[in-house]
């Protein structure tokens, strides 16, 4: 059964930094690409992030570029991302979610985990 | 960047009624274009995979049309676990976008 847990979210200061991790397993975590979606409280859904499998590039919401830096450890099959400079708009539940298929460059979401809150507040 | 309008934000529907939510690109997306459902205090769930391919374990009356810039998501005959909201998101283009979503609540 695949499984994505979230982990790292909580209260941060503006200017603050958090480091979000999602622990991946029940499937071959590094043939997959990767993604961080994050949904503000009562609003809709915001991509945020995307690392892919086979070339590990990268790519970023504008929101988020030059601030938050996506990673992967395929060895501890786990996803991370180190949010830095976080403003209040960062404030959401983040979640990991896992591309459609391996191998390739799908960009849709079929398994997703729980989330984790982030909320940025003096 | 592709912007999704979703209408309407809002369906007011009896369960057995036929559900019909639309999705429209600001520019041509091909048929890359994904559906999901939220419910809520859950993480969206993926429905429907490049505008009509249902995914692993979807009923088979939730079904997706379109192309380009035009997109359905309809459900035939609604049961009660479809009250929920739904996102279209386009996958052709980074970066990647979702729709503002459908609220189907009940009449």
């Known amino acids: 059964e695949v499984q994505l847990v979230e982990s790292g979210g909580g209260l941060v200061k503006p200017g603050g930094s958090l480091r979000l991790s999602c622990a991946a397993s029940?499937?071959?975590?590094?043939?997959?690409?990767m993604n961080w979606v994050r949904q503000a409280p009562g609003k809709g859904l915001e991509w945020v992030s995307s690392i892919i499998s086979r070339t590990e590039s990268i790519h970023y919401a504008d929101s988020v570029k030059g601030r938050f830096t996506i990673s992967r450890d395929n060895a501890r099959n786990s996803l991370h991302l180190q949010m830095n400079s976080l403003r209040a708009e960062d404030t959401a539940v983040y979640y990991c979610a896992r591309d459609g298929y391996p191998n390739g460059d799908y960009h849709y979401f079929d398994s997703w985990g729980q989330g984790t809150l982030v909320t940025v507040s003096s | 960047e592709i912007v999704l309008t979703q209408s309407p934000a809002t369906l007011s529907l009896s369960p057995g009624e036929r559900a019909t939510l639309s999705c429209r690109a600001s520019q041509s997306v091909s048929s890359h274009l994904v559906w999901y459902q939220q419910k809520p205090g859950q993480p969206p769930r993926l429905l429907i995979y490049d505008a009509s391919n249902r995914a692993t374990g979807i009923p088979a009356r939730f079904s997706g049309s379109g192309s380009g810039t035009d997109f359905t998501l309809t459900i035939s005959s609604l049961e009660p676990e479809d009250f929920a909201v739904y996102y279209c998101q386009q996958r052709n283009k980074w970066p990647l976008t979702f729709g503002g979503g459908t609220k189907v609540d009940i009449k």
């Open positions: 029940g499937f071959g975590f590094s043939s997959y690409s």
